[in-house]
Protein backbone atom coordinates (compact mmCIF):
# COMPACT_ATOMS: atom_id res chain seq x y z
CA UNK A 1 0.00 0.00 0.00
CA UNK A 2 3.04 2.93 0.91
CA UNK A 3 4.75 1.93 -2.19
CA UNK A 4 1.59 2.55 -4.32
CA UNK A 5 0.95 5.69 -2.15
CA UNK A 6 4.77 7.06 -3.06
CA UNK A 7 3.94 6.32 -6.74
CA UNK A 8 1.11 8.81 -6.42
CA UNK A 9 2.50 11.08 -4.77
CA UNK A 10 5.25 11.23 -7.08
CA UNK A 11 2.44 11.79 -9.70
CA UNK A 12 0.71 14.72 -7.79
CA UNK A 13 4.34 16.40 -7.90
CA UNK A 14 4.63 16.13 -11.38
CA UNK A 15 1.12 17.38 -12.38
CA UNK A 16 2.02 20.18 -9.89
CA UNK A 17 4.26 21.29 -11.93
CA UNK A 18 2.97 20.48 -15.14
CA UNK A 19 0.37 23.16 -14.20
CA UNK A 20 3.09 25.59 -13.82
CA UNK A 21 4.06 24.92 -17.80
CA UNK A 22 3.33 27.99 -20.26
CA UNK A 23 2.73 25.50 -22.88
CA UNK A 24 0.19 23.91 -20.85
CA UNK A 25 -1.19 26.91 -20.06
CA UNK A 26 -2.01 27.99 -23.15
CA UNK A 27 -3.95 24.93 -23.99
CA UNK A 28 -6.83 25.31 -22.05
CA UNK A 29 -7.97 21.57 -22.62
CA UNK A 30 -5.55 19.97 -21.47
CA UNK A 31 -4.71 21.68 -19.09
CA UNK A 32 -8.28 21.43 -17.42
CA UNK A 33 -7.26 17.65 -17.89
CA UNK A 34 -4.14 17.76 -15.70
CA UNK A 35 -5.96 20.13 -13.53
CA UNK A 36 -8.53 17.49 -12.70
CA UNK A 37 -6.12 14.91 -12.39
CA UNK A 38 -3.96 16.67 -9.64
CA UNK A 39 -7.31 17.72 -7.91
CA UNK A 40 -8.50 14.19 -7.78
CA UNK A 41 -5.08 13.43 -6.64
CA UNK A 42 -4.70 15.55 -3.24
CA UNK A 43 -7.17 14.49 -0.67
CA UNK A 44 -4.93 11.06 -0.92
CA UNK A 45 -2.02 12.97 -0.95
CA UNK A 46 -2.53 14.84 1.70
CA UNK A 47 -3.94 12.24 3.89
CA UNK A 48 -1.08 10.17 2.84
CA UNK A 49 1.47 13.54 4.29
CA UNK A 50 -0.81 12.99 7.20
CA UNK A 51 0.10 9.83 7.95
CA UNK A 52 3.88 10.12 7.55
CA UNK A 53 3.68 13.16 9.81
CA UNK A 54 2.31 11.19 12.83
CA UNK A 55 4.54 8.13 12.17
CA UNK A 56 7.33 10.07 12.29
CA UNK A 57 5.72 11.52 15.47
CA UNK A 58 5.79 8.19 16.63
CA UNK A 59 9.18 7.38 16.09
CA UNK A 60 10.57 10.51 17.77
CA UNK A 61 8.15 10.03 20.43
CA UNK A 62 9.30 6.69 21.21
CA UNK A 63 13.08 7.70 21.11
CA UNK A 64 12.30 10.15 23.33
CA UNK A 65 11.70 7.28 25.93
CA UNK A 66 14.86 6.64 26.22
CA UNK A 67 15.52 10.23 27.89
CA UNK A 68 17.22 9.87 31.53
CA UNK A 69 15.19 13.28 32.30
CA UNK A 70 11.67 11.62 33.63
CA UNK A 71 10.26 14.96 33.34
CA UNK A 72 10.92 14.01 29.17
CA UNK A 73 9.84 10.52 29.66
CA UNK A 74 6.43 11.87 30.98
CA UNK A 75 6.06 14.36 28.18
CA UNK A 76 7.02 11.60 25.20
CA UNK A 77 4.47 8.64 26.69
CA UNK A 78 1.65 11.58 26.83
CA UNK A 79 2.18 12.71 23.22
CA UNK A 80 2.87 8.86 22.36
CA UNK A 81 -0.15 7.77 23.25
CA UNK A 82 -2.29 10.99 21.91
CA UNK A 83 -0.37 10.27 18.37
CA UNK A 84 -1.36 6.54 18.03
CA UNK A 85 -4.64 6.75 19.34
CA UNK A 86 -4.84 8.77 15.98
CA UNK A 87 -2.96 6.81 13.92
CA UNK A 88 -6.01 3.76 13.28
CA UNK A 89 -8.81 6.67 11.89
CA UNK A 90 -6.10 7.98 9.59
CA UNK A 91 -4.95 4.56 8.37
CA UNK A 92 -8.46 3.38 7.71
CA UNK A 93 -8.82 7.17 6.15
CA UNK A 94 -6.17 6.31 3.36
CA UNK A 95 -7.33 2.68 2.81
CA UNK A 96 -10.83 4.34 2.14
CA UNK A 97 -9.43 6.24 -0.12
CA UNK A 98 -7.31 3.92 -1.94
CA UNK A 99 -10.44 2.35 -3.12
CA UNK A 100 -11.31 2.60 -7.25
CA UNK A 101 -12.98 6.12 -7.42
CA UNK A 102 -16.69 5.10 -8.84
CA UNK A 103 -16.43 6.75 -11.99
CA UNK A 104 -19.79 8.14 -11.73
CA UNK A 105 -19.19 9.90 -8.84
CA UNK A 106 -18.75 13.71 -9.76
CA UNK A 107 -21.26 13.74 -12.58
CA UNK A 108 -24.78 15.10 -12.05
CA UNK A 109 -28.22 13.28 -11.62
CA UNK A 110 -32.03 12.40 -12.73
CA UNK A 111 -33.58 11.83 -9.74
CA UNK A 112 -37.24 10.17 -10.89
CA UNK A 113 -39.82 10.34 -7.89
CA UNK A 114 -43.24 8.09 -7.94
CA UNK A 115 -46.15 7.51 -6.18
CA UNK A 116 -46.61 3.75 -5.78
CA UNK A 117 -49.20 2.13 -3.00
CA UNK A 118 -51.32 4.84 -1.04
CA UNK A 119 -53.18 6.68 -3.80
CA UNK A 120 -53.35 10.21 -3.27
CA UNK A 121 -51.32 10.03 0.05
CA UNK A 122 -48.73 8.40 -1.69
CA UNK A 123 -49.27 11.29 -4.32
CA UNK A 124 -48.66 14.35 -1.94
CA UNK A 125 -45.78 12.41 0.07
CA UNK A 126 -43.86 12.09 -3.51
CA UNK A 127 -44.60 16.22 -3.31
CA UNK A 128 -42.84 16.30 0.19
CA UNK A 129 -40.37 14.31 -1.07
CA UNK A 130 -38.83 16.30 -4.21
CA UNK A 131 -39.09 18.91 -1.89
CA UNK A 132 -36.84 17.70 0.52
CA UNK A 133 -34.45 16.86 -1.96
CA UNK A 134 -34.70 20.06 -3.59
CA UNK A 135 -34.08 22.00 -0.35
CA UNK A 136 -31.03 19.78 0.68
CA UNK A 137 -30.03 20.77 -3.30
CA UNK A 138 -30.84 24.75 -2.24
CA UNK A 139 -28.17 23.88 0.89
CA UNK A 140 -25.90 22.66 -1.56
CA UNK A 141 -26.13 25.74 -3.62
CA UNK A 142 -26.82 22.64 -6.64
CA UNK A 143 -29.11 23.35 -9.49
CA UNK A 144 -32.46 21.97 -9.92
CA UNK A 145 -34.45 21.60 -12.91
CA UNK A 146 -37.53 19.75 -13.20
CA UNK A 147 -37.74 17.85 -16.68
CA UNK A 148 -40.84 16.26 -16.61
CA UNK A 149 -43.60 16.21 -13.99
CA UNK A 150 -47.69 14.91 -13.37
CA UNK A 151 -50.21 16.36 -11.08
CA UNK A 152 -52.56 14.18 -8.72
CA UNK A 153 -55.72 15.58 -8.58
CA UNK A 154 -54.96 16.57 -4.80
CA UNK A 155 -52.08 18.50 -5.51
CA UNK A 156 -49.47 16.28 -4.54
CA UNK A 157 -47.15 14.42 -7.80
CA UNK A 158 -47.82 11.09 -9.50
CA UNK A 159 -44.41 11.50 -10.64
CA UNK A 160 -41.31 13.94 -11.19
CA UNK A 161 -38.37 13.60 -13.07
CA UNK A 162 -35.85 16.26 -12.29
CA UNK A 163 -32.12 16.97 -12.79
CA UNK A 164 -29.46 17.97 -10.24
CA UNK A 165 -26.02 19.79 -11.34
CA UNK A 166 -23.48 20.44 -9.01
CA UNK A 167 -20.06 19.17 -7.55
CA UNK A 168 -20.20 15.50 -6.39
CA UNK A 169 -23.89 15.17 -6.71
CA UNK A 170 -23.73 11.72 -7.54
CA UNK A 171 -21.58 10.55 -4.91
CA UNK A 172 -24.07 12.22 -2.67
CA UNK A 173 -27.44 11.17 -3.45
CA UNK A 174 -26.35 7.65 -5.40
CA UNK A 175 -28.06 5.64 -2.03
CA UNK A 176 -31.08 7.40 -2.30
CA UNK A 177 -32.54 5.03 -4.54
CA UNK A 178 -35.19 2.46 -3.37
CA UNK A 179 -38.68 2.39 -2.03
CA UNK A 180 -39.39 5.28 0.88
CA UNK A 181 -42.42 4.77 3.19
CA UNK A 182 -44.47 7.28 4.71
CA UNK A 183 -46.73 6.57 8.21
CA UNK A 184 -48.75 9.33 9.14
CA UNK A 185 -52.58 10.30 9.63
CA UNK A 186 -54.42 11.73 6.28
CA UNK A 187 -56.53 15.08 5.93
CA UNK A 188 -58.80 12.89 4.61
CA UNK A 189 -58.86 10.31 7.85
CA UNK A 190 -61.67 11.24 10.24
CA UNK A 191 -61.16 8.41 12.81
CA UNK A 192 -57.34 9.29 13.32
CA UNK A 193 -55.85 6.21 12.05
CA UNK A 194 -52.24 6.29 10.84
CA UNK A 195 -52.02 5.20 7.13
CA UNK A 196 -49.16 3.34 5.56
CA UNK A 197 -47.90 4.63 1.79
CA UNK A 198 -44.80 4.28 -0.48
CA UNK A 199 -42.93 6.14 -3.12
CA UNK A 200 -40.21 5.07 -5.45
CA UNK A 201 -37.55 6.89 -5.87
CA UNK A 202 -34.74 5.98 -8.80
CA UNK A 203 -31.25 8.52 -9.04
CA UNK A 204 -29.44 7.95 -12.31
CA UNK A 205 -26.39 9.53 -13.36
CA UNK A 206 -26.54 11.71 -15.94
CA UNK A 207 -24.74 10.39 -19.28
CA UNK A 208 -23.29 13.08 -21.76
CA UNK A 209 -23.82 12.20 -25.45
CA UNK A 210 -20.43 11.01 -25.25
CA UNK A 211 -21.58 8.05 -22.46
CA UNK A 212 -24.34 6.72 -25.14
CA UNK A 213 -25.02 6.39 -28.16
CA UNK A 214 -28.41 6.88 -29.31
CA UNK A 215 -29.05 6.42 -33.23
CA UNK A 216 -32.01 8.31 -34.62
CA UNK A 217 -33.35 5.49 -36.49
CA UNK A 218 -33.99 3.77 -32.99
CA UNK A 219 -36.62 6.41 -31.92
CA UNK A 220 -40.11 6.67 -32.24
CA UNK A 221 -41.06 10.12 -31.45
CA UNK A 222 -44.99 10.94 -30.78
CA UNK A 223 -46.26 14.47 -30.41
CA UNK A 224 -49.50 15.13 -28.55
CA UNK A 225 -51.02 18.14 -26.50
CA UNK A 226 -50.06 18.24 -22.98
CA UNK A 227 -53.11 17.74 -20.35
CA UNK A 228 -52.84 18.56 -16.79
CA UNK A 229 -54.79 16.28 -13.76
CA UNK A 230 -58.00 15.22 -14.47
CA UNK A 231 -57.66 15.44 -18.14
CA UNK A 232 -58.04 19.30 -18.60
CA UNK A 233 -56.01 20.69 -21.58
CA UNK A 234 -53.19 22.42 -20.35
CA UNK A 235 -52.58 23.95 -24.04
CA UNK A 236 -54.05 23.03 -27.24
CA UNK A 237 -51.09 22.82 -29.42
CA UNK A 238 -48.90 19.87 -29.93
CA UNK A 239 -46.15 20.29 -27.36
CA UNK A 240 -45.58 17.42 -25.84
CA UNK A 241 -43.29 14.81 -26.63
CA UNK A 242 -43.12 10.74 -26.00
CA UNK A 243 -40.00 9.14 -27.47
CA UNK A 244 -39.27 5.41 -27.83
CA UNK A 245 -36.35 4.17 -27.56
CA UNK A 246 -37.20 0.73 -29.75
CA UNK A 247 -34.06 -1.37 -29.03
CA UNK A 248 -34.86 -1.10 -25.14
CA UNK A 249 -38.46 -0.09 -25.74
CA UNK A 250 -38.11 2.63 -22.85
CA UNK A 251 -40.16 5.35 -23.09
CA UNK A 252 -39.73 9.05 -22.08
CA UNK A 253 -42.33 11.62 -21.97
CA UNK A 254 -42.15 15.44 -20.91
CA UNK A 255 -45.34 17.92 -21.49
CA UNK A 256 -43.78 20.45 -18.85
CA UNK A 257 -42.58 23.13 -21.48
CA UNK A 258 -44.98 25.17 -24.36
CA UNK A 259 -42.51 24.75 -26.76
CA UNK A 260 -41.90 21.33 -28.56
CA UNK A 261 -37.83 21.51 -28.87
CA UNK A 262 -37.61 22.25 -25.08
CA UNK A 263 -39.49 19.35 -24.49
CA UNK A 264 -37.70 17.34 -26.56
CA UNK A 265 -34.32 18.13 -25.03
CA UNK A 266 -35.35 17.11 -21.59
CA UNK A 267 -36.73 14.36 -22.88
CA UNK A 268 -33.68 13.38 -24.41
CA UNK A 269 -32.00 14.00 -20.99
CA UNK A 270 -33.52 11.53 -19.39
CA UNK A 271 -33.37 8.91 -21.64
CA UNK A 272 -29.65 9.05 -21.59
CA UNK A 273 -29.47 8.78 -18.28
CA UNK A 274 -31.99 5.60 -18.63
CA UNK A 275 -30.17 3.69 -21.32
CA UNK A 276 -26.63 4.61 -19.78
CA UNK A 277 -28.47 3.07 -16.70
CA UNK A 278 -28.87 0.14 -18.30
CA UNK A 279 -25.17 0.08 -19.86
CA UNK A 280 -23.52 0.02 -16.24
CA UNK A 281 -26.45 -2.57 -15.70
CA UNK A 282 -25.20 -4.65 -18.08
CA UNK A 283 -21.55 -3.96 -16.69
CA UNK A 284 -21.92 -4.41 -13.31
CA UNK A 285 -24.77 -6.80 -13.45
CA UNK A 286 -24.29 -7.86 -9.88
CA UNK A 287 -24.07 -4.35 -8.54
CA UNK A 288 -26.81 -3.22 -10.37
CA UNK A 289 -28.91 -5.92 -9.46
CA UNK A 290 -28.46 -4.96 -5.77
CA UNK A 291 -28.80 -1.50 -6.68
CA UNK A 292 -32.59 -2.06 -8.65
CA UNK A 293 -33.74 -4.83 -6.18
CA UNK A 294 -34.05 -1.70 -3.55
CA UNK A 295 -36.23 0.22 -5.66
CA UNK A 296 -38.45 -3.08 -5.92
CA UNK A 297 -42.13 -2.87 -7.30
CA UNK A 298 -43.47 -0.31 -4.51
CA UNK A 299 -44.84 -2.58 -2.32
CA UNK A 300 -44.87 -1.29 1.66
CA UNK A 301 -43.27 -3.95 2.54
CA UNK A 302 -40.04 -3.26 0.35
CA UNK A 303 -38.58 -0.66 2.19
CA UNK A 304 -35.46 1.36 2.61
CA UNK A 305 -36.88 4.05 4.67
CA UNK A 306 -39.52 5.19 6.52
CA UNK A 307 -40.96 8.32 7.31
CA UNK A 308 -43.24 8.24 11.02
CA UNK A 309 -44.65 11.42 11.13
CA UNK A 310 -46.56 10.69 14.61
CA UNK A 311 -43.74 10.14 15.88
CA UNK A 312 -41.13 12.39 14.14
CA UNK A 313 -39.07 9.46 13.34
CA UNK A 314 -37.14 8.73 10.10
CA UNK A 315 -35.06 5.08 10.38
CA UNK A 316 -33.10 3.70 7.43
CA UNK A 317 -33.32 0.11 7.24
CA UNK A 318 -29.90 -0.83 5.99
CA UNK A 319 -28.07 0.54 8.46
CA UNK A 320 -30.64 0.76 11.24
CA UNK A 321 -30.19 4.32 11.80
CA UNK A 322 -32.95 6.14 13.84
CA UNK A 323 -33.31 10.19 14.26
CA UNK A 324 -36.22 11.65 15.76
CA UNK A 325 -35.87 15.02 13.91
CA UNK A 326 -37.96 13.85 10.84
CA UNK A 327 -39.09 17.61 10.70
CA UNK A 328 -35.96 19.08 10.12
CA UNK A 329 -35.05 16.11 7.71
CA UNK A 330 -38.19 17.15 5.36
CA UNK A 331 -37.00 20.72 5.74
CA UNK A 332 -33.96 19.19 3.30
CA UNK A 333 -31.73 18.88 6.38
CA UNK A 334 -30.49 15.48 5.49
CA UNK A 335 -27.04 15.58 5.45
CA UNK A 336 -26.57 13.69 8.72
CA UNK A 337 -28.59 10.68 6.81
CA UNK A 338 -26.71 10.86 4.13
CA UNK A 339 -23.20 10.94 5.63
CA UNK A 340 -24.22 7.64 7.87
CA UNK A 341 -25.41 5.76 4.67
CA UNK A 342 -22.32 7.01 2.50
CA UNK A 343 -19.81 5.72 5.96
CA UNK A 344 -21.88 2.34 5.96
CA UNK A 345 -21.68 1.61 2.45
CA UNK A 346 -17.73 2.69 2.19
CA UNK A 347 -17.11 0.28 5.70
CA UNK A 348 -18.83 -2.90 3.45
CA UNK A 349 -16.17 -1.92 0.38
CA UNK A 350 -13.44 -1.79 2.92
CA UNK A 351 -14.59 -5.49 4.16
CA UNK A 352 -15.06 -6.69 0.51
CA UNK A 353 -11.18 -5.30 -0.45
CA UNK A 354 -9.98 -6.96 2.24
CA UNK A 355 -11.71 -10.55 2.09
Keep these: MFERLEQIAGRYQELGVQLAEPELVADQQRYQKVAKQHRDLQPLVHGFEQYRALTQGIAEARAMLAEDDPEMRAMAEEELAQLEARLPAVEAELKLLLLPKDPNDDKNVVVEIRAATGGDEASLFAAEVYRMYARFAELHRWKVEVLSSSESSVGGLKDISFVVEGAGVYSQLKYESGVHRVQRVPATETQGRVHTSAITVAVL ?19 FCSSGPGGQSVNTTYSAIRITHLPTNTVVSCQDEKSQIKNREKAM ?3 RARLYEVEQERLHQ ?3 AQRKSQVGS ?17 TDHRIGLTLHQLDIIMEGRLQPVIDAVIAFFNAERLKAEAA
Excluded: C, H, M
Design 286 to 288: LEA
Design 298 to 314: GDRSEKIRTYNFPQNRL
Design 269 to 271: RVL
Design 205 to 223: PEAEEVDVKIEQKDLRIDT
